[in-house]
């Protein structure tokens, strides 16, 4: 036996599955965001350090040129 549903429950429940399906896409939008943060967190990490990784080496290249350039030649 199958139930008939009114007509204003046939509203109310298509409008229920539009606010459901906007409440979603939201969700999954502010997800979609937060995923990208983050990767764009990781990579900006992973570049200051090789950046800063980069910076020490060069120093450190810096000061054994300055310290050769001040030894005595025999």
Do not use: C
Not at 4 to 28: D, L
Not at 29 to 57: F, G, H, W, Y
């Amino acid at each position: 036996m199958t139930q008939t549903q009114s007509r204003s429950r046939q509203q109310a429940e298509v409008a229920f599955a539009e606010a459901q399906s906007e409440f979603f896409a939201r969700g999954r939008a502010v997800d979609e965001l937060d995923s990208i943060a983050q990767a764009r967190e990781e990579k900006t990490l992973r570049l200051r350090t090789l950046r800063l990784a980069k910076e020490e080496e060069a120093q450190k290249r810096a000061t054994v040129a300055l310290i050769s350039k001040r030894k005595p030649k025999i």
